[in-house]
């Protein structure tokens, strides 16, 4: 992964009408929260948007790939990220309606987490 701070810049500024958008440096990229809510990692210059069972069909249909990588066992990993569609780099408004749809993916995984035991 590589940082981009100009294009997390621009997520954050785009963004900015909606909520408020975070975000923590991992592994060379950034992990992207929109108002604590895992939303989109930025990798090699590349926005990939948060997806889910639900988001598929819609993920498909506007023909975004899969944050795929190799592991470190050299086999070929994918993660439930998609890549942004290309007018997210320049229209404020097309990155909210996107991302709208990876912070609802975010909230429904949250969800899903189970709570954390108490330490004994």
Known sequence: MAFDAGLVDWVI?????????TFRKMMGGAV???????????DDGEVWL?????????????GCDRFTFTGSDGQAQVMNYRRAPSDVYDDAEAMR????????AGQ?????????????
Not at 32 to 42: E, I, K, M, N, S
Not at 50 to 62: L, P, Q, T, V
């Open 32 to 42: 992207l929260y929109l108002d604590g809510v895992v939303f989109a990692v930025v």
């Open 50 to 62: 948060k997806g889910d069972a639900e988001s598929e069909a819609i993920w498909d249909e506007a």
């Open 13 to 21: 500024e785009a963004m900015e009408p909606v909520g408020t958008v």
């Open 108 to 120: 429904r995984a949250a969800v899903k987490k189970r709570p954390k035991k108490p330490k004994a």
């Open 97 to 104: 309606e996107w991302a709208a749809i990876a912070v609802a």
